[in-house]
């Protein structure tokens, strides 16, 4: 099945924040933010701004009802700054105009006196100051400390990864406006409908019941509209609340550049243990987080990074710690993969380090350490359904990974300015919110008296198909024609209390309680067929639209079924509710069984590194990976692409850039270079691991959001890999992103020669 949304995005007709018509009075919200990264705020004179032809009202921290404070894990982040700056781009006051041109206009006669203070920007300082979000956290798993001693050998290292802008092609925004008595409804461009609904209601000191969130779709999320799509929302909350007027708020580029988080960079420190046949016995890893200025969801990011800290091998002995450290960064934040390819970045830099020390491949490691069932996670989870083997050894047979590396070889052998590198990519990555609690969702449903359905769900549609998925489990369940389906907006009055749609999980646990509902539903219609045909429920099927009865098809349609019911005064809605079961962690152990299941995969990726210019190229990504069995190919073929992408962009050309005051200097898209047509592999082949699928995954198709982004990491190792081809003097270095201009110090640098200037 098509998505859905296809017709309708390459016509333009899909509707984003900026579609919804604009209502009568309408007022528009521009963001005055703090111009330093540190400091003290001495005075802030909005005079001449307020005077501004059409300017109406500028709202600041004093004109909150309820509390300034949108923190959603801990309450330590200010709606707007108060006394003290905490991040370049940190809201202060938003001016609200007759049009965005005179709020844009008035933000520049805003001036403000204050008293600097040094910033941190770099995570490693702000845990030598002692400047921690909150207490670091050890997963364990056997004695490394016992085990280095048994080691043959042990190297160890740093890896340091940078953080990455989401951009999203629909910046942040919200509209929102009064209903009566007081009540306000939001579009927001959300993957949160719920925070937003409760941080509004927080900030203007009401009951959530007077919080209505609608989403219809989003244009991009990837994790930085999880939390921070919450504050425009409420701005724009609170100012319609205040003048009783419709107030809508759309972020330009550079300030959404600005203002918002983004992938938090991390450094790490590792050591790692092997024996002779290069079983790795022991490994040791240090990260720091740079969470930025408040806590935001680092503390889940975080929780992630030590869950992914040994990707797809098993180490018997693991000491995995991890800080959060504050800097004056904005607050960093989710995005696609939750911390995790930061942690298996580490792991892969570690086996990248050993292979070099030891005069192996890298893929002989790898390989000889892949997960099997019954190994432990460090965190306590016993590996089963383990497809980290199977990938792999599919991916060396389909694609020839012998006769790839000879080619590459030859190649390299021929070519004196041109050379190929080589690496192979394994990914395990856990299916559930790390946080159980946050592990269940609803759906209701309407079969409305003709035969049509309407379904709504706690899901939101970013992009990554998930209303097509969930009119397809509406369809199968009752196996009747997807047309009959209809897929409603995202709506918090319909469907309460949702997670944010987030952790690659939002099908299974939508789907999962639109299949309870639609069950339901079923069981009722199938009584009222019996009924009808004067038969028993248990001879009743439906099918294709039709009912049958003992096998046989009978004369009742689905239509004149339902029309039965109604007549029969059979209740036609239905509310599903769907918790994952099996899962658990205990904090205070750091143990459990925090996943429904992982999904794996193997790519190899093979690069072509112009050594003169230290440019390069990705020849081919081929990988094989574990759907399941996947309820839709053209969808999760989609996400397999797309997150493959931002993974490599991630790894490679995306660099952001901070000064020493915290200033974001990659502040546009002529300075962050994003992977564009023409850097996307030339050739992409993905293959299908055959399996059973797994019983949690909504009908077996397992979860495929963010898996594929650490397929990226590969990238990174198959530049190493080229570099190394051309100088041999090259010394691993792990600070990703590899950009051009650090290949060519690479493939140059010259072994205990220091180049001036460099
Ligand atoms: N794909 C598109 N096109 N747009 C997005 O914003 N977000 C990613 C991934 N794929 C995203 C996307 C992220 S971060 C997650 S967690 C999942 O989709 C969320 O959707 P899912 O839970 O339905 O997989
Ligand atoms: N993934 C994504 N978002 C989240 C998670 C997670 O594990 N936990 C809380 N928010
Ligand atoms: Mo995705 S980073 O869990 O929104």
Redesign the pocket.
Known sequence: MKNIDSKGHVRGESIYLDDIPMRVGTLYGDIYDAPCAHGKIKSVDYSEAEQFPGVVKILTHQDVSGENQIGGIFPDEPLFAEDEIHFWGMPIALIIAETEYIARQARKLIKIDIEKLPAIVDPKEAKAKGSLIFPPRTFKLGDVEAAWEGCDYVFEGSADSGGQEHLYIETQGAYAYLMENGNVRIASSTQGPTAVQRTVAKVLGVPMHKVEVDVTRLGGGF?GK?DQATAWGVMAALATTALKRPVKIALHRMDDMRMTGKRHPYRSDFKIGLNKDLKITAYEVTFYQNAGAAAD?SP??M??TLFHATNSYYIPNVTATAYSCRTHLPPNT?FRG?GGPQGMFVMESAIAKAARELGVEPHEIQQRNLLKDGDEFPYGQIVDHAEALSTWENAVDKFKLQSLRQEVDDFNSHNKHLKKGIAMQPVCFGI????TP?NNARALVHIYSDGSVGVSTGAVEMGQGVNTKMLQVAASTFSIDPAKVKLETTNTTRVANT??S??S?TADLNGKALQIACDKLLERLKETAAKVLKSEVTYILLQDDQVYCEGKPTELSWEQLVQAAFLDRVCLTENGHYATPVIHFDKAKEKGHPFAYHVYGTAILVVTVDCIRGTYVFDAVKLVHDFGKSMNEHIDLGQIEGGLVQGIGWMTMEDLQYNDEGKLLSNALSTYKVPDIYSVPKEIIVEALETEGHEMAILKSKAVGEPPLMYGLGAYFAIQDAIRAYNPDYQMKFDAPFTPEKVLNGLYEKSNVSVPGV
């Open positions: 994790g999880e969801l889940a990011v929780e992630r989710a939750f559930s919110f790390t946080n946050m997670s944010p987030a952790a999980s």
